[in-house]
């Protein structure tokens, strides 16, 4: 069985405030862990891999615990331009990339 | 400038008559894949092709071909739509080097599709 949940949202949020976005995974034996961003009507772009050690770039941190099969995405200081739907994304294989039905944020101002 | 092209961007037709989506991408991409994204399903992969003349199943083919005569090229065709297949479909490719890991997959802008 192959599953990637999340909490579809949306999240709304003042500009400069901090959010975080969950997601969990069913299959123990995913190799590779995502983020990706959708605009509205647009195509998915990758936002950052997840490795196990956590890895952060600029205002973005993402975290994978392998043992609870759980990945997260912290945005701090929360801009308009965040405003998006976040899609987790999990490798099984070289083949078989299953997204989740993704978590949709507004920033306002 | 490296990128996936789709077309048409937005297609309206009817039950039964036959079409095809165009893709293509100049990134000499080896792995290609076609996604449907359906409200409250998310994105469902359709077909995908790790290289020239090799293409596989994803988790929703039914009433869907695809082809792989070119490396660049990677068509999805449907024999006889139905308005079940009304969707937004995004053609997407990656480089596969040796491992389990994926590299980055790059979509096209989409195609949306109404089936009559």
């Known amino acids: 069985r192959k599953e990637v949940e999340q909490d579809p949202g949306p999240f709304n949020v003042p500009e400069g405030a901090t959010v975080a976005f969950n997601c969990t995974y069913s299959?123990?034996?995913?190799?590779?862990f995502f983020w990706y961003r959708q605009d509205c009507r647009k195509e998915p772009k990758l936002l950052m891999s997840v490795y196990s050690s956590g890895n952060e770039d600029g205002r973005f941190t993402a975290q994978l615990n392998r043992a609870s099969q759980y990945i997260s995405l912290l945005i701090r200081d929360s801009k308009l331009s965040d405003s998006a739907t976040y899609l987790c994304v999990v490798g099984l294989s070289r083949t078989a990339l299953i997204f989740g039905k993704g978590t949709t944020l507004s920033v306002s101002s | 400038e490296a990128q996936v092209t789709q077309n048409p961007r937005y297609l309206i037709t009817v039950t039964g008559k036959k079409l095809t989506v165009t893709c293509s991408q100049n990134?000499?991409?080896?792995?290609m894949s076609w996604y449907r994204q359906d409200p409250g399903l998310g994105l469902r992969q359709i077909y995908y092709?790790?290289?020239?003349?090799?293409?596989d199943k994803g988790d929703v083919p039914e009433g869907y071909k695809v082809s792989r005569k070119e490396k660049r090229n990677f068509p999805l065709i449907l024999e006889s739509p139905s308005p079940n297949q009304t969707s937004l479909y995004f053609c997407a490719s990656s480089s596969q080097t040796s491992g389990v890991s994926y590299n980055e997959q790059f979509f096209g802008p989409g195609t949306r599709l109404t089936v009559l």
């Open positions: 990134m000499n991409h080896e792995y």
């Open positions: 092709s790790m290289n020239v003349e090799v293409t």
């Open positions: 299959n123990s034996a995913s190799q590779s």
